[in-house]
């Protein structure tokens, strides 16, 4: 550990008569790691902009009476209700059920929550639609102004504490509920159609919910992944699981050469350069350290036997874990909230009318 401030023990300086040797430079073979990322990025943001607009339309169907072109509702519009998949989480615990109502959230969770474990929070900078877009903003802020902007720590380390906080009140409510309750929430009409109340969110933003986007838009085009290491509720809990993970980056002190290179690519702001492993809950596995890295066998991501994982052995793993808890949930009969027509008929027409239960 760090004494004083000082470096590790095995980062200590040499005594002035013994001077630092150079090392010779062995070159790493050419990285493809960042386009395979970039490649799942976009394939899983234009499916989620898929899943957006058949459940747009799924909706229009009910809200005219059957009048416009009916779209089957797309199961994983419910990756977008994590304080649904959380109760669901809590009902099978306690029941051994799954519920039947928004279960395919349950399985988005476990298989982001399994990926996160298995490949270091990888779901954030792999797969995540907003972490996706908040990286495209702050490398287009890059571009326009030549760098990005680091808060001073003094204020970058509290201001990470809000998403663990907003984390700690979703998580409190859902584990102070019993399974009666839980069953209660979700059958109620504001449970039933929650996925709806969240896109008429967006339909009708108010001009502060709009302020606020807009600011997160434009400070995170300056600062690099605002949302993300600041305010994300969804992103703790997969930092939180990425803890007891057997991956991690690691840095071999015989061929790294010192250029310092990882720890300016890194979008997380990490001391990669000063590391001998990174635990930090605010890893990605995004592998840009070790894309920009020069010296073959300095910087890899590593597993428990401490074999390198390149990325598109990240990417294979996320495909199996994803596809793997989709496709038993559609196999079992757990991937589709299987509601009558005359149902949505009667709530979606209706949904302004529905409060959120607790109120």
């Known amino acids: 550990m760090a004494v004083g401030g000082r470096p590790e023990a095995d980062h200590a300086t040499r005594p002035a008569s013994h001077p630092v040797r150079r090392k010779r430079l062995v070159r790493r073979q050419a990285d493809h790691a960042q386009l395979t990322r970039r490649s799942v990025q976009v394939a899983f943001l234009l499916l989620n902009v898929w899943i957006g607009a058949r459940f747009y339309f799924f909706v229009r169907y009910f809200e005219t009476a059957g009048q ?124 039933l159609i929650a996925d709806v109340k969240m896109l008429d969110f967006f339909r009708a933003l108010t001009s502060t919910a709009a302020m606020v986007i807009a600011v997160l838009v434009v400070s995170s085009v300056l600062v690099k ?47 990669v350069d000063r590391r001998i492993t990174i635990r930090s809950a605010e890893c990605t596995s995004c592998l840009e350290c070790v894309s920009i890295c020069p010296a073959r066998g300095a910087l890899d991501l590593v597993g428990p036997r401490r074999r390198a994982m390149p990325g598109w052995a990240v990417a294979a793993g996320i495909a199996i874990l994803f596809f793997g808890l989709v496709g038993y949930a559609r196999v079992s009969g757990h991937w589709q909230t299987t509601l009558p027509a005359h149902t949505y008929f009667e709530l979606i027409p209706n949904a302004a009318r529905y409060g959120h239960p607790g109120y």
Request: aromatic letters at 14%.
């Open 225 to 271: 992944n605002v949302w993300c290491r600041y305010l994300c509720p969804y992103g703790a809990l997969m930092g939180l699981v990425a803890l007891f993970s057997p991956a991690r980056i690691r840095r071999n002190q015989d061929a790294c050469i010192d250029c310092g290179k990882c720890a300016k690519a890194c979008p997380s702001l990490l001391p």
């Open 68 to 191: 416009s072109v009916y779209v089957p509702r797309p199961p994983g519009v419910e990756g977008w209700l994590p304080i649904a998949a959380l109760m669901n989480l809590k009902y099978f615990l306690l029941t051994g059920r799954i519920a039947d109502v928004h279960p395919a959230g349950l399985f988005l969770l476990l298989a982001f929550a399994a990926i996160s474990f298995v490949f270091r929070k990888a779901f954030c900078s792999w797969l995540c639609p907003i972490g996706t877009v908040s990286e495209w903003l702050w490398q287009g802020g890059r571009e326009i102004f030549g760098r990005n902007f680091a808060l001073p720590r003094w204020l970058d380390v509290p201001l990470r504490g809000p998403k663990y906080l907003l984390l700690g009140l979703f998580l409190y409510a859902v584990t102070r509920m019993a399974a009666p309750d839980i069953r209660a929430f979700l059958d109620a009409p504001y449970g």
